[in-house]
């Protein structure tokens, strides 16, 4: 997947145009694979920010980089 085709993805998301449970469920776990990064949903739904965007979601889930032990 492309960052334009994920930022198109979560655009879908954050503006209601995926009302299906079962499709958004389908979409989020599309992105946390694609873009390596279990927080996506945390992004979409829980960012404080008032400006949130599918630009800013899509930047910060792949500047994710999870810890190695």
């Given at each position: 997947?492309?960052?334009?085709?994920?930022?198109?993805?979560?655009?879908?998301?954050?503006?209601?145009?995926?009302?299906?449970?079962a499709e958004a469920d389908a979409a989020l776990a599309t992105l946390k694979v694609e873009?390596?990064?279990p927080h996506i949903s945390d992004?979409?739904?829980?960012?404080?920010?008032?400006?949130?965007?599918?630009?800013?979601?899509?930047?910060r889930a792949m500047s994710y980089a999870p810890f190695e032990l």
């Open positions: 997947m492309t960052r334009d085709e994920s930022v198109a993805l979560v655009a879908q998301l954050l503006d209601g145009s995926i009302i299906d449970e873009l390596s990064c992004y979409i739904y829980w960012d404080f920010d008032p400006e949130v965007s599918a630009e800013k979601v899509v930047n």
